[in-house]
């Protein structure tokens, strides 16, 4: 097996893919395959979410570049900013992880959030796509947690 445990700050040429779902993206540790099938554990460092175009170092010095997988989603659209603020609103309040854009938010596909963001008047579509969700409130540059940053005092913390 091949292990990984460094994430490349400087881009460099990508020899292996590392296609996976937001799930193992968002996780320190787990076992996953290469384009080419070969096994990799993957070790990092707490706090980081693994986004599309990243890049890692395999043990046997080999780039591997991380592509985000398309996975099933629910799609919410709405023209009035204040419908999707109140979808993201009570989205955010039960801890759902968000991608969001112009017009338009994104969470994995769950037939009980979608009943919910229908009754709050979004459009909504399920379909397969990349997933890259907000990072939160708690994270910043290079993954350092706000928690860790004011080393670890006050507030309440959720890993993910």
């Known amino acids: 097996m091949i292990r990984i445990s460094e994430r490349l700050a400087e881009p460099r040429v990508a020899e292996a893919r590392l296609v996976l779902p ?12 290469l384009d080419t099938g070969e096994e990799v554990g993957v070790t990092l460092t707490r706090g980081f979410i693994l986004r599309g ?28 900013p204040r ?10 309040n039960r801890h759902v992880a968000l991608e969001i854009g112009a017009g338009w938010l994104r969470y994995s596909h769950d037939h009980v959030l979608d009943d919910m963001v229908i009754g709050l008047g979004l459009r909504l579509a399920v379909t397969l796509e990349p997933f890259e969700p907000e990072s939160g409130a708690y994270q910043l540059s290079q993954g350092h947690s706000l928690m860790h940053a004011r ?3 006050g507030g309440h913390h959720h890993d993910h």
């Open 83 to 92: 419908v999707l603020a109140r979808a993201a609103y009570h989205l955010g």
């Open 53 to 80: 175009g990243d890049q890692l170092l395999a043990d046997d010095g080999r780039v591997v570049s991380i592509e985000a997988a398309r996975e099933t989603v629910s799609t919410g659209y709405a023209e009035d």
């Open 151 to 153: 080393g670890g005092a």
């Open 22 to 33: 937001f799930d193992l993206r968002s996780r320190s540790r787990f076992r996953a395959q």
